[in-house]
């Protein structure tokens, strides 16, 4: 089915109201009754060759919302541009296309329900969008206290009603990740499946097994990366990668429980107090052993400020000290529901001697640690950097003797931006894991049918897409037009148009996936609602043009 006749079921489907219908509503009366006219807005998104998903999905939510009278113009960008418009220019765009990516520390909620919308982040950490409310910074904060799961599963609903009403998102879908390998270089059945993650996960690339001569496990990433640094990632594609070469005190395992990693044991002496007895013989990259020390400045690194991403995570330790040769003993400042998930299983180890003088040189700067990039990064992981280059190749060497080595001798990364190509290498065989495919599934499965070497897999993703508008900017500062904008994207035809059929409507910063604490309410589509909403809120349509309310005029120029 074409794009253009998508639009015309998805306006049979909101209720047959066109711009025409919504024009007859004008009159040289209302012009005096209303505010000044509305600018145009600028929706940016990945570009089209790299994400055809995400840019196809913006095209579906412009046409939706220029049926309210809104000048609406959609600019695809390369990923890293946008990521750096939206995460260090906060006050300089309008909406943005947006995705939380699963990651298995996101399968305890608190880092999507604390650390997306408390306050504390809006600066500089993860709530980028301006979004403030007293009233869910108190849930935020109590659903973090609370150790009875039953009260504080109560809690997490009360979070995902807050954000349904104030909606600081505009949900769009929770994605089905699909992914295909090539079972005559990987043996299928060490291929790990993992909770809310699908199978391009970090226990299928540290484990899987060659089932031939090849020793190279070669997947791609439809984008550039921002950088290799344990104390700031920005998407996905940084993550891959900062899971292999930087160790945890724990991880999640696949079947998405927090497990010990680096961390032989983990005890709890009281609700606020516990033990981590270190594995012995852990070393850094460079050589140099990896001590107590280490351990201890890896969770005060990021408490000091020079690490937005990742203070929120450490703000509950009131303190640490060493307990013989081997221990660290962990003094929370209040009982932590998530602390062995959202923190232990989260920070990454970082060596003293190299991030102490980086974090020495930033102090009386502007810049943070998320600026900057190792020469060579170092951690202790079961794979090294043995070289990169951001925006082609990551080639990652195994360390043979970690403690838990990596079966293949190589991971590398290609980064191949547009989706047919990358296809293309897989069916040559230039990759063997396609990681990372935002193309339609089905000329996949028709891959799968031609060359039955090649399997495919797909899971719904524990992370969502979604639309994010900028509160800092009018009129996206108004709960009654975010309301507005939401109630006109049909989610269902969403999940149909852009992702073909591979994924599930979203409605909630708790991905469906995480099926205990998911609130299922859904929003429905209804673009005379809509209008319904703005008409009551003020909103007038003169001359096919949405106005303020009376009294408000624009205070913004359209973004160049």
């Given at each position: ?12 489907l ?50 939706a ?10 600019r ?27 990651r ?29 409310n ?12 609370e ?17 349904m ?7 769009l ?11 005559q ?17 970090f ?21 550039a ?17 900062t ?5 945890r ?23 606020t ?14 050589g ?43 003094t ?25 003088p ?32 951001l925006?082609?190749?990551?080639l990652?060497e ?18 191949v ?44 993703d ?20 975010r ?5 006109t ?51 007038r349509v ?19």
């Amino acid at each position: 089915m074409t794009l253009t006749a998508f639009l015309s079921r998805r306006a049979l489907l909101l209720g047959g109201t066109s711009l025409a219908a919504a024009a007859a509503l004008d009159s040289p009366a209302l012009a005096q009754q209303t505010g000044g006219p509305i600018r145009r807005i600028v929706l940016t998104s990945a570009a089209q060759a790299s994400d055809p998903q995400e840019f196809q999905a913006a095209q579906l939510v412009a046409q939706a919302w220029r049926q309210l009278g809104l000048d609406v113009e959609v600019r695809g960008l390369p990923r890293p541009q946008l990521s750096d418009i939206v995460w260090r220019n906060r006050d300089r765009w309008d909406t943005t296309m947006w995705r939380m990516v699963g990651r298995p520390e996101r399968s305890d909620p608190d880092e999507l329900v604390y650390n997306l919308f408390h306050s504390s982040t809006r600066e500089t950490g993860f709530n980028f969008v301006g979004y403030q409310n007293p009233a869910y910074d108190a849930v935020a904060e109590a659903q973090r206290r609370e150790l009875d799961q039953e009260r504080r599963r109560t809690l997490i609903n009360e979070a995902q009603q807050i954000i349904m009403r104030d909606v600081p998102y505009l949900f769009l879908v929770y994605p089905q990740n699909v992914v295909a390998f090539n079972a005559q270089i990987i043996r299928p059945e060490t291929v790990v499946d993992q909770a809310g993650i699908g199978q391009r996960n970090f226990w299928t690339f540290s484990g899987a097994e060659p089932a031939g001569a090849q020793r190279d496990l070669i997947c791609n990433a439809a984008e550039a990366l921002n950088a290799i640094n344990p104390l700031y990632i920005s998407g996905a594609i940084d993550s891959w990668v900062t899971d292999l070469v930087w160790d945890r005190l724990m991880r999640v395992g696949p079947d998405g429980l927090p497990r010990p990693w680096a961390a032989e044991s983990v005890t709890y002496v009281n609700p606020t107090t516990l033990d981590v007895k270190m594995r012995p013989g852990l070393k850094w990259h460079d050589g140099q052993p990896m001590t107590l020390d280490d351990v201890i400045f890896s969770f005060q690194a990021p408490a000091g400020g020079k690490s937005p991403m990742y203070r929120p995570f450490v703000i509950n330790i009131a303190g640490m000290e060493k307990s013989g040769d081997d221990t660290v003993r962990f003094t929370l400042r209040q009982p932590s529901s998530s602390f062995l998930t959202a923190t232990l299983a989260k920070i990454n180890l970082i060596p003293k001697h190299v991030w102490e003088p980086v974090l020495a040189r930033l102090e009386g700067t502007p810049q943070n640690a998320e600026s900057y990039q190792e020469p060579m990064p170092i951690g202790s992981g079961p794979f090294k950097v043995a070289r990169f280059r951001l925006h082609e190749e990551v080639l990652l060497e195994k360390v043979a003797d970690h403690f838990a080595p990596p079966k293949f001798d190589r991971w590398i990364m290609r980064i191949v931006t547009n989706t047919e190509a990358a296809l293309g290498m897989l069916r040559r065989g230039e990759i063997n894991f396609l990681s990372d495919y935002r193309g339609d599934p089905a000329l996949l499965q028709a891959l799968s049918r031609q060359s039955p070497a090649i399997q495919v897999a797909a899971a719904t993703d524990m992370g969502f897409r979604f639309v994010a508008p900028n509160l800092r900017r009018p009129p996206f500062d108004d709960v009654n037009f975010r309301r507005a904008l939401m109630t006109t994207i049909n989610r269902n035809l969403m999940v149909q148009a852009a992702w073909n059929g591979f994924a599930v409507p979203a409605n909630s910063h708790v991905s469906a996936a995480l099926t205990a604490w998911h609130l299922p309410d859904q929003h429905r589509a209804n673009i005379q609602q809509a209008r319904q909403i703005l008409e009551e809120a003020g909103y007038r349509v003169v001359n096919g043009r949405l106005h303020y309310p009376a009294g408000r005029q624009e205070t913004l120029q359209p973004l160049q």
